[in-house]
């Protein structure tokens, strides 16, 4: 690749990066007018420094890490006049005195987010902390300030409410109608995205372009997955001339407004004073949205939209509704566009710049050597070789037990998606893998199943006896809780729906008894992998995982699998094969009934 095409490359992800941080773009003159200059740090592979629109914008190499930058930040750069962190939960561990923080928005809302409990509980006192170590939090929403309000009232002072904005020069009703006469346009202008509400949407289309024949539906904004990309084309294909599918830059986004009577804000969760409710409403469309977040901040039910729950069902009344009443569409788009006059991108920069002047006349404090002893020690390298092991370091964990464990899953996959056909697809099916390792396999499944793509969304524990993976595990494996315990020192009761057991039980002497307080924690299924008719032991193996020795079990199993796998490879023995077998869960006994 030469030199040309990789600079090519490099501004295409800025400009992506940038256009995707409006806010930012926006917020960048005002700091400039008072005289600063302004630059921009983000997670990277490898250091770097580019400029995009006057703003410097530097890599930090952490590896591709977000979860490092933290600490690529604070050990490496100098304290400026002042710290803005763009997503204020950046500000922990370590944070810069007197800076501020941003917050677009509850993204702890999501389902998933919130189970276990104990990984919920551990994210929200992060969230506080980093709130307890800014002078100010910028809040687009009022909803984050009421949360922070009820969960630790003392720090509800330092939030400041300054709602998103619309440029209403570029966004307006247009004078003259560009939608086909008699024809009802609903305009969906985001990417195509479950959280966002694409499959809300997607559910109703059918039934709603069958019953009124003068509907359309345009969708502006890039499939997040092949998924959503896939069902776009059957849209099109299926209702050629009544759907639409586009992607349009910034600049032309107006355009999409304009063409359209009603905008459907469906969103589901992580949502702030989204900028599309007010494009849209500026832009004289009536607005249906959903009561999530911010979105009540911008919408006052019956008056300038319809705040609907997040239901298809919902969206399907509220859009029968605007359809059969055009008077009640036109009046909800004209008081939209009276509304939006108190969210002008004018009055958005003279709150920023009254904040950030106050902010500025300010002392600064610089800490102490006291205080920054009091901060502890940096931060513990993620993977340290064990005592006496020091070939097991950085390099052999990422180039060999990463991709051996991620393989090692691979090789139970077609197993577990037997197992879960006809599982309902409105329930979360709760999986443990035990002696994670690196966790990286169990990383690999959660990702694969975060949602209900591939027919089932798994929310996916790691436990490991040992700790000597669970710092790299917190930071590279953010789809995994990864706990530090021994299963058979939980409470009884505890238990999951599948339980994966992974190249385990080779190195017990006597498996029996883990196999059997697995099957006793899986309510459904305990799937167990292991090397089949070892010959010559391997150092650290105790056992040799045979056809015999699985028939002999107490817990007779359910079904059984000999295979070769990439991940497994005996340095002797002529023959090299892994086992894959399945035991029923106390909930299904002998039985092995699928779905629940």
Known sequence: MGEGEVRERLE??????????????????????????????QSARGDWTRSYDGIEVAGLDTGGVDGRLNEA??????????????????????????????????????????????GFLAAVEQFLNAISNLACVVSVDTNTI????????????????????VDTEKFRPSETRRTPTGSVTVLYPRRLYAPRGFWTVADVLPDLLAEYPHLMFHFVGPANSPREEAAMRAFTEAYPGRVRWTVLPLE?????YQGADITVI???????????????????????????????????????????????????????????????????????AEVAQHYRLDLWKERWRVLLEEHLSRPRVIASAEALEALGPPPAPLHTPLPGLPQFDLAWLEGCAVPQSMQFMIDCLPTIRELIQGWPRDRVLEVLDVRTGSGAGANLLATLHRSVFFGVQMKVDAMDISSAYKAYADVHFPDITYAVGNLFDLHPDRTWDLIICSHVI???????????????????????????????????????????????????????????????????????????????????????????
């Open 73 to 118: 930040f604070h050990t490496r750069v100098g304290s400026e006049a002042l710290t803005l962190y763009h997503a204020f939960y950046l500000a922990v561990p370590l944070c810069v005195p007197g800076s501020i923080g941003i917050s677009h928005g509850v993204n702890w809302d999501k389902p998933e987010f919130q189970y276990p409990r104990e």
């Open 146 to 165: 009421n949360w922070v309000r009820a969960t630790q009232s003392d720090l509800a002072g330092r939030l400041v409410y300054i709602p998103n904005f």
């Open 506 to 596: 080779e190195h017990l002497n006597d498996p029996a008894p883990l196999i059997s307080e697995i099957s006793q924690r899986a309510r459904h299924w305990a799937v167990f992998c292991a090397p089949f008719e070892e010959k010559n032991l391997l150092e650290g193996h105790s056992i040799s995982i045979t056809a015999k020795m699985i028939a002999g079990l107490r817990i007779q199993p359910l079904s059984m699998k000999v295979m070769t796998s990439p991940g497994w490879k005996h340095p002797v023995d002529e023959q090299s094969e892994v086992v894959v077998f399945v035991v029923g869960g106390r909930g299904l006994g002998q039985e092995g009934a699928a779905g629940g």
């Open 266 to 336: 469906p969103t589901l969760y992580a949502e702030g004073t989204s900028l599309s409710c007010l494009e849209a409403l500026a832009s004289g469309n009536a607005v249906i949205a959903t009561n999530v977040g911010g979105l009540p901040n911008l919408i006052q039910d019956g008056y300038n939209g319809l705040l609907i729950d997040p239901t298809p069902q919902a969206l399907r009344g509220a859009l029968d509704r605007l359809i059969r009443e055009p008077d009640l569409c036109r009046e909800l788009a004209r008081r939209g």
């Open 252 to 256: 032309r986004m107006p355009e999409a």
């Open 12 to 41: 295409r992800a800025l400009r992506r990066l940038l256009e995707a941080e409006r806010y930012l773009l926006e917020l960048a003159p005002i700091i400039r007018s008072m005289g600063y200059d302004i630059r921009v740090y």
